[in-house]
């Protein structure tokens, strides 16, 4: 079976960084999509990035020039390298990936940035 495991979150100060990691297993091939989405207490669950086993990256509008996304296709890994983190970006972040319209998730890494 697909399984997904997130690691990197914790706690960090503003303007400070961490790097979000996501290992998938149980697929022979690239995922078709891999990413990082993100849900705060009391609100949905948003995009936070995306990219594509070609390269081509989505960012949402407030992690833009912040976050990072890359992958590496043999490994099945992906990673978010998150830079100037604010108070705002405190949520459970989610691992993602695609194959064709079949959707999976990892359990979640708590980021929590706070002084």
């Known amino acids: 079976q697909v399984q997904l495991v997130e690691s990197g979150g914790g706690l960090v100060q503003p303007g400070g960084s961490l790097r979000l990691s996501c290992a998938g297993s149980?697929?022979?091939?690239?995922?078709?999509?891999m990413g990082w989405y993100r849900q705060a207490p009391g609100k949905e669950r948003e995009l936070v990035a995306l990219i594509a086993a070609g390269g081509l990256t989505n960012y949402a509008d407030s992690v833009k020039g912040r976050f990072t996304i890359s992958r590496d296709n043999a490994k099945n890994t992906v990673y978010l390298q998150m830079n100037s983190l604010k108070p705002e970006d405190t949520a459970v972040y989610y691992c993602?990936?695609?194959?064709?319209?079949?959707?999976?998730w990892g359990q979640g890494t708590q980021v929590t940035v706070s002084s």
């Open positions: 993602h990936a695609r194959v064709s319209a079949v959707y999976y």
């Open positions: 149980g697929y022979s091939f690239s995922f078709n999509v």
